[in-house]
Nanobody, 123 residues
Framework: QVQLVESGGGLVQPGGSLRLSCAAS????????MGWYRQVPGKQRELVAG???????NSADSVKGRFTISRDNAKNTVYLQMNSLKPEDTAVYYC?????????????????WGQGTQVIVSS
């Protein structure tokens, strides 16, 4: 069974930094796109940043120049380095990955989500 486990959230003052990590585990043979989304109560989940297996990245305009997404394919892990944090970055951050895994001898691809990690930016 495939799992995504996130870490690194917490409380930080405006202007501070946090680094989120998300590690995938299980019977994985391939990971395609990975990304980070965030959600605040009453709003839809939104894409923060994404990265392909080849390392091509994209990010929301609201975080460009402040957040950096990266991945370590050997560790099946994606990171989100968040700098110059603002109160409006406060949200639950979710990791997402499109993963190829084995179910017995059968291969299949599915989308997986982490459990979410809370980021609070406040003085």
């Amino acid at each position: 069974q495939v799992q995504l486990v996130e870490s690194g959230g917490g409380l930080v003052q405006p202007g501070g930094s946090l680094r989120l990590s998300c590690a995938a585990s299980g019977s994985i043979f391939s990971i395609n796109a990975m990304g980070w989304y965030r959600q605040v109560p009453g709003k839809q989940r939104e894409l923060v940043a994404g990265i392909t297996s080849g390392g091509t990245t994209n990010s929301a305009d609201s975080v460009k120049g402040r957040f950096t997404i990266s991945r370590d394919n050997a560790k099946n892990t994606v990171y989100l380095q968040m700098n110059s944090l603002k109160p409006e970055d406060t949200a639950v951050y979710y990791c997402h990955a499109h993963i190829g895994s084995l179910d017995g001898s059968r291969q299949h691809y599915s989308d997986y989500w982490g459990q979410g990690t809370q980021v609070i930016v406040s003085s």
